[in-house]
């Protein structure tokens, strides 16, 4: 009888196994995309840019830090927690203007952390989160440039950065408004921030906050002013693969769940209002009432 017993308790024991290794099996064929890639690899990969201030940069240690890179952090945590990976490795591949949209549309990356703007052009490649920030776009220019207005920039050099979609709108504002501006692209924000700096260029147009971050980490911050007028631009958010709607989904949720619990507000105060490395300066950027509004109400509509 005693021996009846151990059968059938092993025999109990190989079923609830079987059950177990069945139910996991299925939990992980009923995963799509980029859970999938990442359920299989045991790793997920972000991009993240070198020089966006202070969304994603590098530290005086050459490592990957920023707004974006914290919410990003966040998304780890939870395509951690719903695919039960412990031991889920994170690895960080650098992105610019130019390469970023490619490496997300062919698998590279898992989601680009940096500051990337929604636009509907950009979602036949690739797709967007709720937006996570509100820019616009101004110009910057050394103090003793001479200029004061956009109007002061006609027929001279300025800079934008290749890829973005800051150059688009400066190509069509050069034709629409007859500006004559004859325009040089940096391969990045630091190197269009170099053509003002050195006297190659008579101003930089970038988002404002990008801006204020290079302004900041310049060497000497008073040499460099950004002009009053303002443009509008379309709204940032973080970007990973089109038609993967069960990782949007848990992106927007992670991302909704910070903005209503005031832990989006909390990182907003550290990354834009506070001492951030690697030379402990505050961009002293409080939030916009655009962006208060996005965090009441999100969303993930780009300006049509």
Known sequence: MRNLHR???AATMTLALTMLAITGRAQADDLTGTLKKVKETGTITLGYRESSVPFSYLDGS???????I????????????????ADLKVA???????????????GTIDIECGSTANQLARQKQVAFSV?????????????????????????????????????????????????????????????????????????FMEDDILLAGVRANAKDPSRFKILDRSYSADPYALMFRREDPDFKALVDETLIG???????SRLYAKWFESPIPPRN?????????KLKDLIKTPSDK???
């Open 281 to 289: 300066l505050n961009l002293d950027f409080p939030m916009s009432d």
């Open 131 to 203: 937006s996570t920030f509100v820019a616009q776009f101004k110009w910057l220019t050394r103090t003793d440039s001479g200029v004061a207005t956009p109007d002061d920039l006609k027929g001279k050099t300025v800079a934008v950065t290749a890829g973005t979609n800051t150059s688009q709108f400066l190509n069509k504002l050069n034709q629409d408004e007859g500006l004559k501006l004859s325009i040089s692209q940096g391969k990045d924000h630091a190197e269009s921030f170099l053509l003002v700096d050195t006297g190659r260029a008579a101003a």
């Open 7 to 9: 059968a059938a308790a």
């Open 62 to 68: 050459q490592k990957p830090i920023g707004f974006s």
């Open 258 to 264: 910070l903005m209503k619990s005031g832990a989006f």
């Open 92 to 106: 960080y591949n650098p992105v610019n203007s130019a390469t970023r949209l490619p490496l997300v549309a062919n």
């Open 70 to 85: 914290d919410l990003c952090g966040q998304v780890v945590e939870a395509v951690r927690k719903k695919l039960g990976l």
């Open 302 to 304: 780009a300006n049509s």
